[in-house]
């Protein structure tokens, strides 16, 4: 069946250093979402990606498509504490539901 | 604004109960679904439904079930709980795919443990 890998699974940084977590998938996608989990919360929707080759940002955050649509990336440009949290891709598996990946937790020390 | 409510934050049952959690979702959404988040693991789609009445097994649905008589509720029922269903359960709704962005919006949570 489909899989939707995601790495990595945890990543530190320092306060305005960059970040980035992949998802990759076996099978074309026909689209793909972007998840934010803040700790102790829900998840709570970023973005969603549908043409090859996208980039969409949304203030210091950059989202990509890949080509082959196989792969996105999430992509924080200086990040602050506010960005602590569980970031999710979700991919359409068809039949209305989405596979989601096993997220990144990212964790920002000051 | 999109509002999803489930009926319990948290929730301490023992094995072998039957034990109902309740998600009420105030878009019209036709889509609901139902997962469960567990360490390392992500979200896992139990059962999911696009209509009343109409439900569909997810990747793991054993010793579950599902009920939709309403299209605003959708219920999760664990029949005879054990305590590998202890978990975090995350209610979602969203409108059917093909009427354009489908985000899912997710409830705050039901955090089961079975004694």
């Known amino acids: 069946g489909q899989q939707v890998m995601q790495i990595p699974q945890y990543q530190h940084v320092q306060e305005g250093e960059d970040f980035t977590t992949y998802c990759n998938s076996s099978t074309t996608l026909s689209n793909i979402q972007w998840y934010k989990q803040r700790p102790g919360g829900h998840p709570v929707f970023l973005i969603q990606?549908?043409?090859?080759?996208e980039v969409k940002k949304q203030k210091r955050l950059t989202f990509q498509f890949g080509e082959a649509k196989k792969n996105s990336s999430l992509h924080i440009t200086a990040t602050q504490t506010t960005d602590v949290g569980t970031y999710f891709c979700?991919?359409?598996?068809?039949?209305?539901?989405?596979?989601f990946g096993t997220g990144t937790r990212l964790k920002v020390l000051a | 604004d999109v509002k999803v409510t489930q009926s319990s934050r948290y929730l301490v049952k023992r094995t072998g109960e039957k034990v109902f959690l309740e998600c009420v979702q105030d878009m019209d959404h036709e889509n609901m679904f139902w997962y469960r988040q567990d360490p390392g693991l992500g979200l896992r789609l139990i059962y999911f439904?696009?209509?009343?009445?109409?439900?569909e097994k997810g990747d793991i649905p054993e010793g579950y079930s599902v009920s939709r008589e309403k299209k605003e509720r959708f219920s999760l029922i664990l029949e005879s709980a054990s305590t590998n269903q202890t978990s975090m359960y995350l209610c979602?709704?969203?409108?059917?795919?093909?009427?354009?962005?489908?985000?899912?919006?997710f409830g705050p949570g039901t955090r089961l443990t079975v004694l």
């Open positions: 990606l549908v043409k090859s080759g």
């Open positions: 439904s696009y209509d009343v009445k109409m439900k």
């Open positions: 979602a709704s969203s409108l059917l795919i093909d009427r354009g962005l489908n985000e899912q919006f």
């Open positions: 979700a991919v359409y598996s068809g039949t209305y539901k989405y596979i």
